[in-house]
Structure formats: C-alpha cells, structure tokens
C-alpha cells in the first residue's frame, strides 16, 4: 500500500490522475476523488490457477482533509501536554529534577498522540544555587555556610516539522479497491461510485434486521420460512420504494419537505427515510360507531393534514385511500 500510495502522490503532481465526479442532488457536478489503477498477477499455491485483477488507488479529498483535522489536533494537544511537563516555579508545581524521566514523559506523549517525528523538543538544564548556614541559630560572619544546587530540567522549545508533516499529509486520504471486472464493463469511475453506493444495499439488509425484524423466525416447516421471508422482503421493498419515490419527487422539484422531524419543526429535508414518512401517519385514526339497533354505521376519519396530503401526492396516491374508510355504511 505504501508503494501504491508513493506512485500516487508521484501521478498527483504530475496532473496524471483520473478524476472521479459526481452530480450532487442541487445539479453541481464535485469532485469526490481522483485516482489511478495498476493491475497485477494472481494465483493459488494449491494449484495451477492463475488470473490477474486490477487494483484501483483513490484518494478522496474530502477523507484526506478529515485526516488533516485529525491530525492538527493531536499536535495541538501534544503541543500543551509538553509545556505541561515542565511548569514554572511556582507552589504546588512539581519540577523535573532527573532527565531520564523528562525524556520518557516526552515519548509517551508523543506515542500517545502519535505525532512521534513531527514535533522537536528542546529542553535545558537550571541550576539554583541557595547559600544555607550549618546548624541552628542565625547567621553570622564567622559561622560555617554551606551552598545547596537545585536543579531543575525545563522545555525551552517545541517546534514543528513542517516537511514531514507535509510530506505525511500529502498521503491522506488514500485508499484501495480491488475487482476482476474488466475496464468495458466498469471504469475506474464507475467502480469507485458503485463502492460509494454500497450503504444502500447495506441499508436494505438493516431494514431487514431491525424494522421488520427478520430474526427469529418462530416457524418450523420450510414452506413457512420461504413464505415469512418472501413477505418480509416485500414490506422492505415497498418501504425502499416509498422512500425513492418521494426523494426523486423532492430532488427533481429542487424542493424540500418540513414537517418530518418533531424534535426539530424548522428542519426541512429532501431526504426523508421510510420510517419518518411512516411516522408521519401515526395520527390517522378512524372512529366507527354503531347505532343501538345496529342499522347504521358511522365512521369519522382524521382529516389529512397538508404535510399527509403533500406525501400522498409526491407518492402518486390519491388521498381517496384514506377518505373512502369514512364511507358511511348501512347495517344491511
């Protein structure tokens, strides 16, 4: 991966990487990552099968400057936790009297920030010399002095090494995917944005797992199973549908919906999930009552609010499917 990275950081300044864009729902085409592949030799010990895949090297801009933030905060908080190590004179302040102990409190904060080679330490060391009179009584000029040395090791210096700290960011942000798909039917872009999208499909298995609870199966026969979990996966599909449908409708209207987060009413999103579209029809009750002699029936819906309504038609349903239950019905 090293060698990989190198030969990119090379290519990079060269202006030889392949650019990877993306249209972002507002209609800006960004940049999102830039890259190059290589292909090489595959092979099992146990046997003579051989083939080749090709290794794609990418750097994505917006994880390199994570990194970056990243690391600029542990050297900030490397930076006060060596001024910490040696304070100034002073009550209750403990002072470094051995250079053995200075060094190794150095490296460990160094090792626990993991800044080692990015941060100098330049450190001195005082010695205050106090005159002292020996035995008890007060001084006088005929009366034996003694001199005694404090010492004391202080950080005069921590500094930054700019160059290794460039040379290490220019290698953020990279990363590698590997595929044996031929470059016809997915490019380096294509590959790299169909990996960008793979959290969809890991949000259908999700769905599965904790929204309509998939596990545990409380059936035996095998007939029972593949039915459960035939139904299953079909509530997830229309919940995966639902949500495409309203998200197209909002994103192709460059328009967005409020409503949809209780814990926050100004928020508006063009994004809304599955499960918030749901929950915004939690209200909907009908009320049926039955008269004494049980001849007539009488329903009352909850009228539709403008947020409902507005889903129903981005969804393409009519708001009949909720007004038709407020039919009235006779008892024959």
Known sequence: MAQWIDEGVAQERKGALTPIMRVHPGGQ???????YELERPCDLAVSATHWSERVLVVRSPVHAAQQAVGLEKRLVQAEHKLAALTPAR???KRQRT???TLVEAIARVLQEQQVEGL??????RQVEQQIHYVGRGRGSAKR???VRAHIRYHITRIAREEDTIATLTARFGWKAFVTNATQQRLSLADAVLCY???YRIERIFNRLKSRVHIAPLFVTRDDQIEGLTYLLTLGVRVLT?????LRRSLQNEQTHLPGLHPEN???MTNTPTAERILKAFLEVSLSILQTATGEEIRRWLTPLSALQQAILSRLGLATSLYQQLEIQNSGN
């Open 265 to 267: 009413g100004k928020k």
């Open 241 to 245: 549908v639902m949500e495409f449908v």
């Open 196 to 198: 960008r999208n793979e």
């Open 29 to 35: 085409e960004v940049l999102v990552a830039q890259g």
């Open 98 to 100: 051995d250079e053995v």
């Open 90 to 92: 002073g009550r209750g």
């Open 144 to 146: 034996a002095q003694q």
């Open 119 to 124: 941060l100098t330490v330049a450190w001195e």
